[in-house]
């Protein structure tokens, strides 16, 4: 049967919390192979200024252990 | 006074969390009427070949019963 | 050593959780000074006629204690 | 053995929260048989001219599947 | 779009957790305006000489900011 | 400095959930003496014959530790 | 993109919780198709003259809406 | 109406989880009669050597008052 | 029957919790009266250069209103 | 296989967390034997005339159940 | 002092949990060393033609780190 | 954008939690560079002989993945 580990990446972006969501992925796919699905574990923010300037959204990454 | 019922759909989208959520009430539209409000519950994806090829928003919709 | 205070406001958009996330600083940035981050709390919507009218993002929104 | 289900429906009343947990299940007998316990799962409700006007009980209703 | 504020408020009474919710939506009520919902958060009480002295009731109150 | 124990007892009542609570403190009252708060943990209750028949209330029960 | 609906069910058993599990799968065959997985929420279980004699298992499951 | 008192053993177990928690409550039927159900509150393990030597669940125990 | 209010404040210490705790209770001082009670909602920190350097908590304060 | 008890006791201190749970377990070490392990599930405080005057620590302690 | 680490591993069996639990298990032994404990965080499994083919459980492994 | 990872540590001490949130961040650094945050996850320790010996602190922190 297959076993999959998690890791937990904080992805940002200045868009959007899907933008963000991608740029985790992108930079865990540089250390694991065979990512299978994400999990949302947290969404937050920085402010300056007033203004939103940075959306930052904890996901845990689950990939397949290799034989 | 009025009563609701909530059901719990889990809808997908290519490109956003927002996308999948009207994907869900959509859905939901076909079989319930009288919808109200939604709650997000749960945000996952799937990852492929090293990318997000899905956004998943478990969302539990409010609908209010007929008389 | 600096001291913050958080305040929960509830953001509004008809696009998607980012733009009600950004509505929500921008209100409280009328009445506080030298926010910081936020931090998402609660996801929901108003569902009309069977679509989304409303995405709606409860924040709490962390700001410096001026001295 | 006994399998159940449960549904998941919103209670109002304009009295107590007793009362909005009374409207659920009396809702649910309408469609359902055999109901055995219930959960409260949130309470809340609706302001109006600065007097609450409703009180608002979600419960989770088990009932027991019939062979 | 509206835009919310959430402000928390422990509510108390001798008799029930309703009068406790009515008690903090009063108070609120002096400071604040255009109230909306209410949300259960916790509910205590004390207890002094064997007997149950008050219901306590933490309430988060979401009111409409004014433009 | 005071140290207190806590105890977890589910109270029932046909009326409501604050007689529930009442119940569950006065057998507590029992074998405990000095109980100073309660924490309303779940709230359940029983269905019969497609009506409410009993309100069941957990609360953690504070009492002070004699010396 | 594809849809999912969940609900929840309370299977029992005997002698495991795994049982349960496929007790809860096995009803909710009967009125649902293109089942794909399932969520434990809760294990409890009933206790008789001191022995435990049935496992409760709540799971939600998933499925897949029909086009 | 009846009252009912919890509390919490940990059972362990070289097998499973459902064989630990019959320990729990085997346990617990030295010191209280009248044990009515369990909830399970957490599961653990010890591993030794590579190997998963001890199932461990914590169990809440509900179990009635006698008059 | 009293009434009270809660507000969150995050307070940051060199040293300790303990300590960050007092700061935000000293700092919420300067524009409440009547403060009752603290809760901690959340633990966190900075570190530079390999080392904590702050000691970060959240805490709800409680106050009494005054008429 | 060895058994354990959990029971739940508040500790107080006026000077840190750390000193209320010692509180907390040298109380406890009155009444039961081999106490093994603590986890800490609730931290707050009393504040009188704009100071924390005490610290309060919810321990849960696990003890072996004596053959 | 001891330090530890913790990983999350999602192991599955088409048996039980307890089976997917020792899957998780066996696979972090072939890259860590001095295991200690693991914590059940979920439990999930997958459906295919109406039955119950996989059990999945996400444990926290926590091991030794060696000096 | 920055990108950052996260990892779990059980940091222990005999005197306080926070020196066990020291001890766990000492030990992260000799295998991760550029660490900017810690999130308390748990608190908990181990007692002998009627005393408390050990505070433990599980402590999720985030670095800086480095270009």
């Known amino acids: 049967m297959a076993i999959y580990k998690k890791i937990e990446i904080v992805g940002t972006s200045k868009t959007s919390f ?7 992925v992108a930079e865990a796919g540089k250390s694991v ?7 949302v574990v947290e ?3 920085a402010i300056k200024d007033g203004k939103v300037v940075e959306f930052q959204v904890t996901v ?7 034989d």
Chains 1, 2, 3, 4, 5, 6, 7, 8, 9, 10, 11, 12 share one sequence.
């Open 43 to 45: 969404q937050r923010g």
């Open 18 to 24: 899907a933008e963000a969501v991608k740029a985790a």
């Open 33 to 39: 192979r065979k990512m299978s699905w994400f999990e």
């Open 60 to 66: 845990r990454i689950g990939f397949k252990v290799e």
